[in-house]
């Protein structure tokens, strides 16, 4: 069964510097929907993986929060659709 499009943009958006949701649904509705919809489930295991990463306790404090951050960046970018193609096509 096919997740409902609003399921996709269910996500908490207080902490992207860039959030559109114009342009978000835009790139869900659009030729590139099936790559955005990828790209947001990909972010979703990006989140995951960051919460199991900052619960770790075996790695160093300062290389763990980095590690975090930069998936929770990559998340981030994922979402704000700029891995989409530029062009319309």
């Known amino acids: ?11 908490d958006t207080s ?6 949701d114009e342009r978000a649904r835009t790139a869900l509705h659009g030729v ?4 955005y919809r990828n790209h ?7 989140d995951q993986w960051a ?5 770790r306790t075996d790695t160093d404090a300062r290389y763990r929060a980095g590690y975090v951050q930069a998936l929770e960046d990559m998340a981030a970018f994922l979402r704000q659709t ?3 193609p530029e062009d319309p096509d």
């Not at 069964?1 to 996500?11: C, G, V, Y």
């Not at 902490?15 to 559109?20: G, M, Q, R």
């Not at 947001?40 to 990006?46: D, K």
């Not at 919460?51 to 619960?55: N, P, V």
Request: charged share 30%.
């Open 1 to 11: 069964m096919r997740q409902p499009d609003e399921d996709w943009l269910d996500f």
């Open 40 to 46: 947001l489930r990909i972010a979703a295991r990006l």
């Open 32 to 35: 590139h929907g099936p790559l």
């Open 15 to 20: 902490t992207l510097e860039d959030w559109d």
């Open 82 to 84: 700029y891995f989409l």
């Open 51 to 55: 919460a199991a990463e900052a619960q």
